[in-house]
């Protein structure tokens, strides 16, 4: 159990404290890892984790403007309360050239919670879509470490490789914050703040 915590709210990149110790909860979870090599001398692994993490504020409540209840919340999702965590980092080559190289990463994670601007905290209970993404990249070697190469200016380098990298191969709009908009009678909306979509790199690696 953890006592006399500082409740939190996650705005985008902002964080702001409540500013009491007046919280109570508790986090318990498992976290796995399994690595080897599918292929001598290239590792793979695979990692899932499983949390949960809640609070209790002590002396929230809220009054029921339908019946006149009041209405003592309890344990609320902490802003890092992410349930379950998957990622997979795979690592293949041609058989029998290791110089040419392939890597896949696959990440899924359970959505967030969140809650409106300015609101009591019991309210961030809301969750965002859960988090994927898939990237893939390949790799070739130019020109390997101590080793001469057929073209004869590749020798005046140490070594020379090559990559191509698609980043969030899917496509996948992830969101990772909100914009909080209201209308004229008050009631607010939120529009999702999306991260990177696909993305192409190329990078060329060269050691004099």
């Keep these: 159990d953890l006592q006399n915590l500082i409740p939190y709210k996650v705005d985008n990149v902002r964080i702001q404290y409540l500013a009491e110790n007046n919280s109570n909860g508790y986090a318990t979870g498992v976290d796995l890892k399994i690595n080897g090599e599918f292929v001598t001398g290239v590792e793979s692994w ?3 984790s499983v949390m949960q993490t809640m609070e209790d504020i002590e002396d929230d409540f809220y ?13 609320i999702p902490r802003p890092t309360d992410q349930r379950v965590n998957f990622s997979l980092f795979f690592q293949d080559y041609l058989p029998g050239n290791p110089n040419y190289k392939m890597h ?14 300015n609101s009591d905290k019991h309210q961030d209970i809301l969750r965002m879509p859960d988090y994927r993404r898939v990237d893939i990249g390949f790799s070739a ?5 101590d080793k001469k190469s057929k073209v004869n200016l590749l020798n005046k380098l140490n070594s020379m490789w090559i990559s191509v990298e698609v980043f ?26 999306y991260l990177t979509p696909r993305q192409l790199n190329f990078k060329l690696i060269v050691s004099l």
């Excluded at 896949?104 to 601007?117: C, E, R, W």
């Design 46 to 48: 695979a990692s899932l």
């Design 63 to 75: 009054i029921n403007e339908e019946t006149g209840e009041t209405i003592y919340p309890g344990f």
């Design 104 to 117: 896949l990463s696959m990440m899924y994670g359970t959505g967030l919670s969140f809650g409106p601007p």
């Design 141 to 145: 070697v130019i020109k390997a470490e």
């Design 168 to 193: 969030n191969l899917l496509d996948i709009d992830n969101t990772v914050s909100y914009l909080w908009v209201a209308d004229v009678s008050g009631r607010q909306y939120a529009v999702p703040n």
